[in-house]
């Protein structure tokens, strides 16, 4: 391709990302008061003056560019040549007359290409490729015509593919040793985005993958050492290592053990940032959680829990009447996104779901909002079902109670729900004590505990004050049950927003349907639907979907329900950091400051407790200072901080 060519591919969004969005405004900003004198423009090679600097392009085009200004890399002089050389007006002597316009657009030809191409440009680092996939960003960004480009957020990695240019060309901002494999991943993201699933012939699933030994003792080394290394400031060389680990091509055969490993080099990241955002506790305590998990595969490679990849089989099930209690829209950071149904089986009392969703960049004329909207199983949209008692004849159910969205049939909406159809159908929980102690059994424990979170729903809440957490920018809202028992409930950043309605929607509601997910030291709940009194049947509002009551008229009257709250209830006060949490603090305490960090005392405790394994860990500990068994504390440190009054 001749360079004018080349340079008529480059739009505004290829300049960004060959320079970046401060640059192209500042070269925007400098068209209004410069001019560039073109001195030169070939087939090959290009000049421009600007502000007294002389702009060189190659015939690589303005990637190779170099400018005689004394900033290094890619300039404002070099971005404000290529938009000069560019636009050239129409009938100017340096109007390239042969320029033809692009002939595809970026995505066209990317798409265009075949599977073998794809497997030829990555060459050796396609297993590596493949595992980077599942890390790219929400969507690929581009116009029609022009540039695209896939970002990687948890790498700090960007690719842009320019029109015209060949792969090897792609632009590129990240680990310099990744080019050709986030390359290689951009590509095929943007492939699997415009419906070449798969691609075809790439992944190699083994139905029963085994992980090698000396895999896992790498990467058992790599968690051990990492604790000196993060908290006596070598945090960038963990960071590092588990990045690596986490996509190597044998995590493949294990996401959950990768999805630790790169949720743990994002953590020694922010330690290496020093962030507010870290904390070291958690850290500790999830690295303690990743060597048991890692420990765990070398006996239990083919267990779907431990690796993580279950399969999803829906089989049909007896007729089932089931309560519909609440919806939730929900993204994640991968770009996936989608509705879920909550219902309550009567019969079999307990929780199922079903949900409509999309991986990221997937389908982009579904939303979630959308299929709220959209009738399911032929019926009515669940804007429409929730607050009813269903009947399905035909139920398609999975192990882990879902619902199939597509092959369930016969069901009919039977009536609106009463509050006696809550309290008679066995979902209710009177206190937080009973919620929460049904929703960690639920939950499991160990490494077995449940990564799903667990529905319930609490009867005859009332709710106090919203805060704000500062450090991590998130809401709760305290609720009280019948006792006045405070516990703290998330909400979103939709549901925020709107705090006061939803504040004064809870006093008046008869339950609260929330959800129960499992943290490292404790289970946090989400506030997912709240059911209202409407006459002589239930009404269900879902925070974040369902529009909210306008607070103000009910202001004064909920003030005064709240003083009333305040002066007759008993609430109960929180006891600080709990055993588990104490110990976690004073094994951080160890690598961050070094002895004495009162080991001993908590080992005596340990002892009284009778958790002798933990008491004899602590005492070697006091002594010496010893990161394979800081972690093996550490473990059994955050099992205790689960349990109530450990």
């Known amino acids: 391709m001749s360079l004018p060519d080349l340079l008529g591919s480059f739009d505004d969004a290829a300049l960004a990302a060959l320079a970046s969005a401060g640059l192209m405004k500042r070269a925007l900003k400098d068209r209004e008061t410069e001019t560039a004198e073109i001195v030169t423009l070939t087939e090959v090679l290009a000049q ?164 090698d030994e000396g895999w896992l003792d790498a990467v058992a080394a790599s968690l051990t050492g990492s604790v000196a290394q993060v908290f006596r400031g070598l945090a960038a060389s963990a960071a590092e290592t588990f990045l690596d680990l986490g996509v190597s091509a044998r995590a493949g055969a294990a996401p959950r053990l990768a999805s630790e490993l790169l949720t743990l080099s994002n953590m020694a990241a922010m330690a290496r940032e020093q962030s507010v955002q870290f904390d070291p506790p958690e850290f500790l305590a999830r690295l303690a959680r990743t060597l048991a998990l890692t420990e765990t595969l070398r006996t239990r490679s083919t267990d779907a829990v431990m690796t993580g990849m279950p399969r999803r089989d829906f089989a049909a099930a007896a007729p089932m009447s089931c309560q519909v209690l609440g919806a939730e829209r929900w993204t994640t950071l991968s770009g996936a996104r989608g509705l879920t149904l909550h219902l309550w089986d009567v019969a079999a009392l307990r929780h199922l779901r079903v949900t409509q969703a999309r991986a990221g960049g997937a389908d982009p004329d579904f939303s979630p909002l959308g299929a709220y909207r959209t009738a399911l199983w032929g019926l009515q949209p669940p804007s429409r079902l929730v607050g009813h008692l269903l009947e399905i004849s035909e139920p398609f159910l999975a192990k882990d109670g879902s619902l199939s969205p597509s092959r369930c049939s016969g069901a009919k909406i039977l009536r609106p729900l009463k509050i006696a159809d809550l309290r008679s159908g066995g979902a ?219």
């Open 48 to 211: 421009v003056i600007v502000e007294g600097f002389t702009v060189t392009i190659p015939p690589k085009g303005p990637a190779a560019a170099r400018c005689t200004c004394p900033a290094p890399g890619i300039c404002r002089h070099i971005v404000h040549a290529v938009m000069a050389l560019r636009d050239a007006p129409k009938g100017s002597s340096f109007e390239h007359e042969t320029r033809a316009e692009p002939p595809q657009n970026a995505r066209d030809a990317l798409v265009a290409l075949t599977d073998a191409d794809v497997a030829t440009f990555a060459g050796a680092v396609l297993d590596e490729a493949l595992a980077l996939v599942p890390l790219a960003g929400a969507g690929a960004d581009g116009t029609e015509g022009g540039t695209i480009r896939v970002t990687f957020p948890a790498m700090e990695g960007e690719v842009s593919f320019v029109p015209n240019q060949p792969l090897e060309e792609a632009l590129f901002k990240g680990p310099k040793s990744r080019r050709r494999a986030l390359i290689a991943a951009a590509l095929i993201v943007i492939r699997q985005r415009n419906g070449l699933v798969g691609p075809v012939g790439f992944a190699k699933p083994d139905p029963e993958p085994l992980l």
């Open 428 to 646: 209710l929980h009177g206190t937080w004590s009973a919620l929460l102690d049904a929703g960690k059994v639920a939950l499991g424990s160990g490494l077995s505990r449940s990564a799903v979170p667990v529905m319930a729903v609490l009867e005859r809440p009332a709710s106090g004050t919203v805060v704000l957490d500062d450090i991590a920018q998130t809401y709760t809202l305290s609720i009280a049950d019948l006792q006045g028992q405070v516990e703290p409930v998330a909400l979103t950043a939709e549901t925020a927003t709107e705090a006061a309605s939803l504040a004064s929607l809870v006093h008046r509601s008869s339950a609260i349907l929330v959800q129960l997910k499992p943290g490292w030291n404790s289970v946090t709940l989400s506030l997912i639907s709240v059911l209202c009194p409407d006459g002589d049947r239930l009404a269900v509002v879902n925070p974040g979907i369902d529009p909210l009551p306008d607070p103000t008229r009910m202001q004064q009257v909920i003030e005064q329900v709240s003083r009333v709250f305040r002066s007759t209830r008993k609430t109960v006060p929180s006891l600080g950091q709990n055993y588990g949490e104490r110990v976690l603090a004073g094994l951080c305490d160890l690598w961050q400051a070094g002895p004495p960090a009162g080991l001993a005392a908590l080992a005596t405790e340990a002892e009284a407790r009778q958790v002798l394994t933990l008491a004899r860990i602590l005492e070697r500990l006091e002594v010496r200072a010893d990161s394979h068994l800081t972690l093996v504390a550490a473990y059994l440190a955050s099992e205790l901080a689960h349990h109530t009054g450990s």
